[in-house]
């Protein structure tokens, strides 16, 4: 099985390894594997989860909302459970980028007349 240290998975998934810490520490991935010296090995699954955070991350879902989709994985909840999270969520970011639009739209139209 090929590991990675925490520099290489840092380098490889695009996070700081504090936020790998961090995911760790709030549950969101792991339990990592420690090397008999103690340090962390991460496997291509750890690196796959760390990915899938990472996007839900960047899409705007927050720690909580994080923590229960992991335990819907983790617990194989049925699919139905999983879709029902994720399409609340894209119902959410929907919103979020319509708000944003009228934001946006406001902004252009300050520019506009400031200008």
Do not use: N
């Amino acid at each position: 099985m090929t590991t990675h240290t925490p520099a290489t998975a840092a380098d490889r998934t695009g996070v700081s390894i504090d936020t790998l810490r961090y995911y760790e520490r709030e549950g969101l991935i792991g339990p990592i594997r420690r090397t008999a010296g103690g340090r962390r090995e991460y496997t291509e699954d750890d690196l796959f989860w760390i990915g899938l955070v990472t996007c839900f991350r960047e899409a705007g879902l927050g720690i909580a909302d994080l923590r229960g989709f992991v335990a819907i994985l983790r617990a194989e909840h049925p699919p139905q459970d999983r879709v029902a999270f994720l399409r609340e969520r894209r119902t959410a970011l929907e919103e979020r980028v319509t708000a944003l639009g009228k934001a946006i739209g406001i902004l252009d139209e300050k520019i506009a007349y400031y200008s």
